[in-house]
C-alpha cells in the first residue's frame, strides 16, 4: 500500500490564473487515485495484508503501518479534517502492526466510521471495530482464530503462553470496543468443528452483527451518511468498555 491509500480532499482552487490548472490536476488527482473532493473527510484503507515487522512478498498487496500510523498522526493534527472512514477488505497479517494501528484509529478524536468489504479476518477484526461506529455488508466475512506464527517456534510452554497472553491482547481490545462477548468470542476463536484444516470461526455479516460484533449492515452510502451525521453534531461516540459508565458515551 502505497501513501495515496490515505485521501484528503482537495482544496477549492484559488482566485486568480491558476485556478484553472489546479482545478485539471484535482481532476486527474480523481482519475488517478479515486480520490473523493471533499476536504471534510479522509478516507484510510486496510487491504491485502497487514504487513508488519517483516516486508511481505512483492506479489503480495499490503497495508505498511509504517504508512498509516504517520498518515494517522497527521490527520489528528489536520483541523480541516472533520471524521475519518477507514474502509476494510484484508486477511489479517501482522498482530502488533494491527494492533498499533486499531490503537491508533480508537483514539482519534475526530468521529470515525469503518467498512468491511469482502473480508475482514484475523487481525482485521479489530481494525474494524476501532471505529467509533462500524458497518458490514452482508456478503463479507470475518474470520477469527486462534494467533500463530508462520516463523520457527521453540517447542516450550512459554511459546504457548506467550500465543495465548497475545490472543487475551485481542480479545480484550474485541471487548471494549464492540458489543460482542468475551467468552462467545474465545469460543469463536477455539472451534474446531468449523473449518476443516484451521481452528476457529468464519462470521458473516449478519452473524457479525447479531453477536455485536459489528454495528450495522451497511455500505458505503450508510457508512458516510453516519460520518456525515456524526461529524455535523460535532460528537464522537467514546469506545469504553461495556462495564463503564455509559451515561457519558457522546463527547
Not at 487491504?47 to 497527521?74: M, N
Not at 484451521?198 to 450495522?216: N, P, R, T
Amino acid at each position: 500500500m502505497n501513501e495515496n491509500s490515505v485521501y484528503k480532499m482537495a482544496e477549492e482552487p484559488q482566485e486568480g490564473g491558476n485556478a484553472k490548472e489546479e482545478k485539471g490536476s484535482c481532476a486527474e488527482e480523481v482519475k488517478e487515485l479515486g480520490a473523493v473532493l471533499d476536504k471534510r473527510f479522509a478516507l484510510i484503507t486496510v487491504i491485502g495484508q497487514v504487513e508488519g515487522h517483516y516486508v511481505l512478498d512483492s506479489s503480495q498487496k499490503a497495508t505498511k503501518y509504517e504508512h498509516l500510523i504517520p498518515l494517522l498522526v497527521s490527520i489528528e493534527q489536520d483541523r480541516e479534517v472533520e471524521g475519518v472512514l477507514v474502509v476494510l477488505n484484508t486477511m489479517g497479517g501482522d498482530v502488533e502492526a494491527g494492533l498499533a494501528i486499531a490503537e491508533m484509529i480508537a483514539s482519534l478524536t475526530k468521529p470515525t466510521v469503518s467498512l468491511v468489504l469482502g473480508g475482514g479476518h484475523s487481525i482485521g477484526i479489530p481494525l474494524a471495530v476501532s471505529a467509533d461506529r462500524s458497518f458490514i455488508v452482508e456478503s463479507a466475512t470475518m474470520t477469527i482464530h486462534p494467533v500463530r506464527s508462520s516463523g520457527t517456534v521453540i517447542g516450550v510452554p512459554q511459546s504457548f503462553y506467550y500465543f495465548e497472553r497475545m490472543q487475551e491482547r485481542i480479545l480484550d481490545f474485541l471487548d471494549g470496543h464492540s458489543g460482542a462477548d468475551k467468552a462467545e468470542l474465545r469460543r469463536m476463536m477455539m472451534n474446531t468443528d468449523e473449518m476443516a484444516n484451521d481452528v476457529g470461526s468464519i462470521i458473516d455479516g449478519k452473524l457479525a452483527v447479531s453477536i455485536g460484533l459489528i454495528d450495522e449492515i451497511g455500505g458505503i452510502g450508510e457508512a458516510l451518511s453516519a460520518l456525515r451525521e456524526m461529524a455535523d453534531a460535532g460528537k464522537k461516540r467514546r469506545n469504553q468498555p461495556k462495564n463503564a459508565d455509559n451515561s457519558d458515551n457522546i463527547r
